[in-house]
C-alpha cells in the first residue's frame, strides 16, 4: 500500500488575526523553488534585489536572514501569494522554521516576528 504524507493546509498555523478585514496579510511574489515548494506556516525572508519572500535563512546576505513573515498558503515555483506579515497570533508547533534551527534558534526568529507584531504561542 502506498504511503500518504499530509500536510498542513492553508493557515493552520493562524490563532488569531487583527480586526478588520485581512488587516495581518499582504500580498507578494514568493520564490519557492522546485516541487516541493514551501509550505504554509514557513518563516520567510525578502530578497533584497527582487522583493520576493524566500525561505528564511541566517546565514544569507541578501536579505532572506531578515524574517519579514510566514506564508499564508503553499507555494511552488514563483508565485503571488498571501504572507501573514503583522498583528497576528500563530502556534509555534505549526510554524516551519529554517533547516536544522534548534531552540535557541527558534527562539531568536519567535523574537523577530514578536518584533512585527506575530506572537508565536
Not at 520564490?31 to 520576493?52: C, D, E, N, R, V
Request: proline content about 2%.
Amino acid at each position: 500500500m502506498a504511503q500518504l504524507n499530509e500536510h498542513r493546509g492553508t493557515a493552520n498555523f493562524l490563532v488569531s488575526e487583527a480586526n478588520g478585514m485581512y488587516r495581518s496579510r499582504d500580498d507578494g511574489t514568493v520564490a519557492a523553488g522546485a516541487t516541493p515548494g514551501l509550505q504554509a506556516g514557513t518563516i520567510l525572508g525578502k530578497h533584497t534585489s527582487t522583493g520576493h519572500f524566500v525561505r528564511y535563512d541566517p546565514a544569507a546576505a541578501t536579505g532572506a536572514e531578515t524574517i519579514a513573515g510566514i506564508l499564508f498558503e503553499a507555494a511552488v515555483g514563483t508565485v503571488k501569494r498571501t504572507v501573514v506579515v503583522r498583528d497576528c497570533e500563530v502556534n509555534g508547533a505549526h510554524l516551519i522554521y529554517q533547516a536544522g534551527a534548534d531552540d535557541a534558534a527558534k527562539a531568536t526568529a519567535n523574537a523577530a516576528l514578536a518584533a512585527l507584531g506575530i506572537i508565536v504561542r
